[in-house]
T-cell receptor
Framework: QQQVKQSPQSLIVQKGGISIINCAYE??????FPWYQQFPGKGPALLIA?????SEKKEGRFTISFNKSAKQFSLHIMDSQPGDSATYFC????????????FGKGTRLSVIA | DGGITQSPKYLFRKEGQNVTLSCEQN?????MYWYRQDPGQGLRLIYY???????QKGDIAEGYSVSREKKESFPLTVTSAQKNPTAFYLC????????????FGSGTRLTVV
C-alpha cells in the first residue's frame, strides 16, 4: 500500500531525445508527488513536483504527467542532455506532504552524445 | 547560505562498534529525516522527527537510534545491532512553509571494516 513502483531501472537516451520515467502507486491517499535528481556522491535535489488536482506540470525541459485514475505519474525530460545523466527518484506522500516521503527505487539515466 | 550539513563524508566502522552520523541544518525547518540508500534499493526511511524531543521509527529502524534535542540537529547512531550498516546515509529536512520539498544533505558513506 505504501510502495511506489518505478521503471525502468536504467535508461540510455541519445542527446536531444526524450527521456521517460514512470511510477505507479496503490495508496489513493497520496496527494503529493515529487521527483528528485541525484548525482553520484551527492544528496538528491528536488526537480519538480505535482499535486493530484492537475494532470500536467512543466518546468523548462521537465514535465510531470499525472493520471489519477490509473494511479500513475511520469517524468518526461525533453531535449535530453549529457548533463542530465543522473539517478532520478519518484516519491509520494500523504497529508499534503506532512508524512514522510516514500521513494521509488530509482532510474539511472545516461544521455549519450 | 542555508542548508544541511552532514559529517563526516566518509566513515569507517569496526565490527561491534557504535558510530554517530551528524546532521545539522540552518533552514529553521521543523521536520528532519534519515534515509538509507543502497544500490538498486532507493531511499528507505530510518527515523524522522517533526518536532524537537519527538521522533518516530521509519521502515528500517532496527539497529539505529536518534535524538532531537535541538531544532537544528538530528544525529543518527548506527549501533552494533545493525548487522549490515554499509550504505550511504542521507539526512533531509522539510519546512512547513513554501511547499513540501525536502532539502537533502550531501550524505555520509559508512563502511564496515
Amino acid at each position: 500500500q505504501q510502495q511506489v513502483k518505478q521503471s525502468p531501472q536504467s535508461l540510455i537516451v541519445q542527446k536531444g531525445g526524450i527521456s521517460i520515467i514512470n511510477c505507479a502507486y496503490e495508496n489513493t491517499a497520496f496527494d503529493y508527488f515529487p521527483w528528485y535528481q541525484q548525482f553520484p556522491g551527492k544528496g538528491p535535489a528536488l526537480l519538480i513536483a505535482i499535486r493530484p488536482d492537475v494532470s500536467e506540470k512543466k518546468e523548462g525541459r521537465f514535465t510531470i504527467s499525472f493520471n489519477k485514475s490509473a494511479k500513475q505519474f511520469s517524468l518526461h525530460i525533453m531535449d535530453s542532455q549529457p548533463g542530465d545523466s543522473a539517478t532520478y527518484f519518484c516519491a509520494a506522500s500523504t497529508n499534503s506532504g506532512n508524512t514522510p516521503l516514500v521513494f521509488g527505487k530509482g532510474t539511472r539515466l545516461s544521455v549519450i552524445a | 547560505d542555508g542548508g544541511i550539513t552532514q559529517s563526516p563524508k566518509y566513515l569507517f566502522r569496526k565490527e561491534g562498534q557504535n558510530v554517530t552520523l551528524s546532521c545539522e541544518q540552518n533552514l529553521n525547518h521543523d521536520a528532519m529525516y534519515w534515509y538509507r540508500q543502497d544500490p538498486g534499493q532507493g531511499l528507505r526511511l530510518i527515523y524522522y522527527s517533526q518536532i524537537v524531543n519527538d521522533f518516530q521509527k521509519g521502515d528500517i529502524a532496527e539497529g539505529y537510534s536518534v535524538s532531537r534535542e535541538k531544532k537544528e540537529s538530528f544525529p543518527l547512531t548506527v549501533t552494533s545491532a545493525q548487522k549490515n550498516p554499509t550504505a550511504f546515509y542521507l539526512c533531509a529536512s522539510r519546512g512547513t512553509l513554501g511547499g513540501y520539498g525536502y532539502t537533502f544533505g550531501s550524505g555520509t558513506r559508512l563502511t564496515v571494516v
